[in-house]
């Protein structure tokens, strides 16, 4: 898996070009993502491991595997991670819209862990 992982990390599509140039070094909030990474049985787009945030930016395929993605999101929702979902275009075509439900899912979960 995690060959897997780093060959995913080498050969990123545009949208997830896009959306690590926004997360990557502490950009967030102060926040530490990583990308391609394993969780379980699955490598996630991307992920906060604090405040257990992960990211999924879905291209086309995605509308054929509806099913696949649901019982991945419960399964790392089982976890404890609140999953996100944003399509290629949403991020290619939007990306301070996508950034800011990013942003507050990130500040609604840090309320979440003071109260």
């Known amino acids: 898996m995690k060959e897997l992982a780093r060959s995913l ?3 990123q599509t545009d949208a997830e070009r896009v ?3 926004q997360l990557r070094n502490w950009l967030l909030l102060g926040c530490k993502f990583r990308r391609q990474q394993v969780i379980g049985q699955f490598i996630v787009d ?3 491991l604090e405040p257990k945030l992960v990211i999924e930016i879905d291209g086309g395929q995605h509308a054929d595997q509806q099913q696949y993605d649901q019982s991945r999101s ?3 929702q089982q976890l404890g991670y609140r999953v996100l979902r ?3 275009h949403e991020v290619l075509q939007d990306t301070p819209a996508v950034m ?3 942003h507050l899912t990130m500040l609604e979960l840090k309320e979440a862990v003071k109260a």
């Open 9 to 11: 990390r080498k050969n």
């Open 19 to 21: 959306m690590w140039q």
């Open 46 to 48: 991307f992920v906060c």
């Open 74 to 76: 419960h399964y790392l």
């Open 86 to 88: 944003f399509w290629n």
């Open 100 to 102: 800011e439900a990013i």
